[in-house]
């Protein structure tokens, strides 16, 4: 029989913050395998830390979603958000899932016409389009939301010499009762901005008109706001029905919807918090069919969900560097990974789990990363077990926004594996070298050493 770890006993303040009305959690689970696979196996093979994206996952969650709003509405159309996580083979889950693009550059309208999608299947959002930009939307049939009235005239110039009709519609901002209010986008929909431009979008004559566009914030905790939203661009489509004869051929309710994670300052868990997708298709279902839109011609519903369908699916995995004393007594443990390839820790208190077995009994623990920055701090504090140096961990709902906020500083960035729905494990990016980083530089001949 294994001799039993021992657990010495202790006598701590609490800094993790008061106890929940649950208590105090008995005991910290511990994750050894993903998807069937062990975590030791992943460290060995693919090196600590490293990445890992579910694959049964994404195509889960995706089909839970997709089923919330089919059964509400009668035409929904999804469209994977570029800027979440664009690694070709995330976004290839998606595409062979029936979603379209979502894209807010030409950095990403690019890598989704690499990844096969077609020109009509792409939507570019964003205040940011070169003429380059949308002379290349405008040839394929993209549809292009129109962010500002000075992309508006671009576009209308860009009309006069080309034979192809831009497809367009616009961002409208809101007041939906959140705060705070994203208005910086779009036109503005109380003070009249945005009915003034759909007006002259109508009498240019050179622009096709077939959408609406709303993305009310992120993280969005109130299903009601975008039955509030939706209710707003319904009234828009009943006003250009009335006004013009013109019917719109969807609205895009964009994104926003919040994953299980716990944003700081939480009192209870993101998990238990979270609305369903089937909270926000019945606020945005019900908002449209009680509209005045005439039910024969009901636009298409698009959404752009990006985090709610990719969170849970990822994961980063990586080892204990040391345990250290604080000044004031208090425990803290370094890890191999930091807020460089971890961004969404500076607003979420990621749940962090031993891969091995390491007690029951939990200390007050500071969990930092290894980079030389104070700010480097994965979870101020946190009822962690006793882990020692080479011990692995894992960290849970980690496939948004981390693989394309990440930045190379101090430490290279890891490779990113993905298990498909065999359990088979691909590298889907390998993790950068010197010599990666430094192919782009360029030393003038008077600098070099040899």
Not at 365 to 374: E, S
Request: charged share 25%; hydrophobic share 40%.
């Amino acid at each position: 029989m294994a001799k039993l770890k021992y657990e010495r006993p202790i006598i701590n303040k609490i800094n993790a913050g008061v106890t929940d009305k649950f208590g105090m959690t008995p005991g910290v689970p511990i994750i050894e395998k993903i998807d069937g696979v062990a975590v030791k196996e992943l460290i060995k093979d693919y090196g600590s830390p490293v990445f890992v994206i579910s694959e049964k996952t994404i195509r889960d969650t995706y089909k839970e979603a997709k089923l919330a709003f089919t059964t509400r509405y009668p035409k929904v159309q999804f469209a994977w958000s570029y800027k979440t996580n664009y690694l070709n083979s995330v976004c290839q889950v998606f595409h062979s899932e029936g979603s379209w693009a979502e894209v807010v550059s030409g950095f990403e309208y690019d890598k989704a016409r690499e990844n096969g999608i077609s020109g009509n299947k792409i939507i570019f959002n964003g205040p940011h389009k070169s003429k380059e930009d949308l002379t290349k939307a405008i040839k394929n049939g993209s549809y292009i939301h129109i962010d500002h009235f000075d992309e508006l005239y671009t576009i209308i110039e860009l009309s006069q010499t080309m034979e192809e009709r831009p497809k367009v519609a616009i961002r409208v901002n809101m007041d939906t009762g959140i705060y705070p209010r994203w208005d910086r986008f779009g036109f503005n929909y109380e003070n009249g901005e945005a009915w003034n431009a759909l007006k002259r979008i109508m009498i240019s004559e050179k622009l096709d008109l077939v959408g609406l566009h709303t993305h009310i914030g992120t993280y969005i905790m109130t299903p009601d706001a975008y039955g509030v939203a939706a209710g707003k661009l319904a009234s828009l489509a009943v006003e250009l029905d009335r006004k013009y004869n013109h019917n719109i051929k969807y609205i895009d309710m964009g994104g926003g919807f919040a994953s299980k994670n716990t944003l700081k300052g939480a009192y209870l868990p993101g998990k238990d918090t979270c609305p369903t997708f089937d909270q926000y298709a019945d606020a945005i279902a019900n908002a449209l069919i009680n509209s005045q839109i005439n039910p024969q011609k009901m636009p298409t519903l698009f959404l752009e969900t990006g985090r709610a369908l990719i969170d849970d699916a990822g994961y980063i995995l990586g080892s204990v560097l040391a345990n250290k004393r604080l000044a004031d007594g208090r425990r803290s443990m370094i890890i191999d990974l930091g807020v460089n390839m971890l961004f969404t820790s500076f607003w979420y208190e990621h749940e962090i789990y031993p891969a091995q077995n390491a007690g029951k009994i939990g200390e007050d623990t500071t969990i930092y990363g290894p980079l030389c920055m104070n700010i480097d701090v994965i979870r101020a504090a946190i009822k962690f077990p006793p882990m020692e140096k080479g011990e692995h961990i894992v960290l849970k709902r980690v496939g948004a926004y981390n693989v394309t906020q990440w930045m190379q500083f101090i430490t290279l960035r890891p490779k990113v594996v993905m298990i498909d729905t065999e359990g088979k494990v691909h590298i889907i990016r390998e993790n950068e070298t010197n010599e990666t980083i430094t192919s782009l530089e360029r030393v003038p001949k008077h600098l070099k050493l040899k």
